[in-house]
């Protein structure tokens, strides 16, 4: 099972350096509306270029939470909070939008991740 929650916390870390860092400024069929970048996606949900930075440095700061938390485990519970919490704030901004779905894929992934993780790391499973 802890080899699973490792391939967990490089999966959502991966994902969320490629977002933020490598596929800000283009085009995904993820993103919100007709959006062709970050910028224009947060403008779809209605939020400012400085709303895009401080969720960016969060889930960045997530991510590298949890990357750590494979040498430090105390990291993990609260950056797969922050994780979750994240990510369930980009399903809503999908659906505040009525974006398909389909659209919503990625964050509802990551979220299931994120809470696979809360509950190894507290125990529960």
């Known amino acids: 099972m802890e080899d699973l929650v490792v391939a967990a916390k490089i999966i959502l870390f991966v994902s969320i350096v490629n977002v933020?860092?490598?596929r800000?400024?283009?085009g995904t069929r993820w993103r919100a509306g007709d959006a062709g970048n970050m910028k224009e996606e947060?403008?779809?949900y209605g939020l400012s270029e400085t709303m895009m930075y401080s969720v960016g440095i969060l889930?960045?700061?997530s991510a590298i939470g949890l990357i750590v938390s494979i040498w430090f485990?105390?990291?993990a519970i609260p950056a797969s909070a922050a994780m979750g919490f994240l990510m369930v704030g980009a399903i809503w901004m999908h659906l505040k939008v009525k974006?398909?779905?389909?659209?919503a894929l990625p964050a509802f992934v990551f979220l299931l991740l994120s809470v696979?993780?809360?509950l190894?790391?507290?125990g529960l499973i």
Request: aromatic share 26%; glycine share 0%.
């Open 116 to 118: 696979f993780i809360w």
């Open 24 to 26: 800000t400024n283009r």
């Open 99 to 103: 974006d398909p779905l389909k659209k």
């Open 73 to 75: 485990p105390a990291l």
């Open 59 to 61: 889930k960045v700061l």
């Open 42 to 44: 947060f403008k779809v």
């Open 120 to 122: 190894y790391s507290t």
């Open 20 to 22: 933020w860092f490598f």
